[in-house]
Nanobody, 120 residues
Framework: QVQLVESGGGLVQPGGSLRLSCAASGSIFLINTMGWYRQAPGKQRELVAAVTRSGSTNYADSVKGRFTISRDNAKNTVSLQMNSLKPEDTAVYYC??????????????WGQGTQVTVSS
């Protein structure tokens, strides 16, 4: 079993910043790609940003230049620094982690979600 614990959501004014963090623990042999998704009311869940084990990153066009994803392989954590936040960034943000466990079985895991609200 693998557990993901997210933190860092909240309410922020437009133009403000927030930092989300996600820590993975449990029966982990190797963590592959780590990413953040978001889902706004009435919309599908979408990829925000992802980072591979080697550090290659991928961002949604809507967040490029404003968000930065990073990971710490030693601590099994992934973070999302969100700057210049806009009301349209309001959503529940989910951490997603690809894990190869100690049985060498590969699976994707999701965090519980953290609310980000951008409003004046």
């Amino acid at each position: 079993q693998v557990q993901l614990v997210e933190s860092g959501g909240g309410l922020v004014q437009p133009g403000g910043s927030l930092r989300l963090s996600c820590a993975a623990s449990g029966s982990i042999f190797l963590i592959n790609t780590m990413g953040w998704y978001r889902q706004a009311p009435g919309k599908q869940r979408e990829l925000v940003a992802a980072v591979t084990r080697s550090g290659s990153t991928n961002y949604a066009d809507s967040v490029k230049g404003r968000f930065t994803i990073s990971r710490d392989n030693a601590k099994n954590t992934v973070s999302l620094q969100m700057n210049s936040l806009k009301p349209e960034d309001t959503a529940v943000y989910y951490c997603n982690v690809g894990v190869t466990d100690r049985r060498l079985v590969r699976a994707d895991y999701w965090g519980q979600g953290t609310q980000v609200t951008v409003s004046s």
